[in-house]
């Protein structure tokens, strides 16, 4: 999919404002993709993922277009390849489990459920948001954890204590170094091998470079339409 150029431009020109720079993070990571075929390329994610493609976009159009609850900023809402990419590793991976951190207006959350709905699976979402509850009243395959903003860091640690390993972790929520730092090595933790972690807004802060430079030999970050994504597998 082509984006329209000046989203590119505006992206390389401001980035994220109190984050690092893009030259920066790409020189931490192993791969800079533009697209998600390039990650298919890399064996980051399997080839099976592409018949998905088209539909990760429908189902992310129609939750745009259903949104109208809006419980914060549209601004915040995932964009359309980050949606794919969640979309399409559930159905070609049949993953069972996966945790969230980040709901928002439910953008990502609304396309990962509607994919789990296929595969038998269940999602772990959180946030500090207590309008974000009401958002999928009918889904069963749906476990929303509203945490206390002073408490959180525990709070998180403590319910994915109870939670089993996990297939999928995707990171949505605080954007600042601690809460990053704190939040990729909990779900490095908490993964299965093999399983993957992704990013929004991976250049928010040096937590992601950090950790794919560290702990990692395989990670990407990929470019979103207004956003950057990072995804690394957990190896064993
Ligand atoms: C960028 S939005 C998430 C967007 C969402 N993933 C989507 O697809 O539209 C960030 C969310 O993180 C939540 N948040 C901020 N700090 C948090 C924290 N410490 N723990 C959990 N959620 C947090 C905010 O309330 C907000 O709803």
Redo the contacts with the bound molecule.
Sequence with gaps: MRYPLFDRLELLKIGYAKGVSLSWLSQQNNFFAMNLRELIDQKLIPNTCEKYFDEGFSVWEQQVALNNKKI?SER???EAMLCQLIYSLIRAKELKLVV??????????GVALSALDHTGGVLHS????AG?AELFPNAKNWHFHL?N?KK?PDE?ADTVKNIPETDLWIH???HGTT?QRMEFALATQKLKVGGLLIS?DADASPAWGEMSKKLTHQSAILLDRRKIIGITPKLG
Excluded: K, M, P, Y
């Excluded at 969230?100 to 959350?109: C, D, F, K, L, P």
């Excluded at 959180?126 to 948001?129: A, G, R, S």
């Design positions: 914060a915040w809402n995932s969230e951190t980040g709901v928002a207006n439910g953008i990502s959350t959180f946030d500090v948001l974000c945490l903003l959180a998180l949505d929520a605080d809460w929004d």
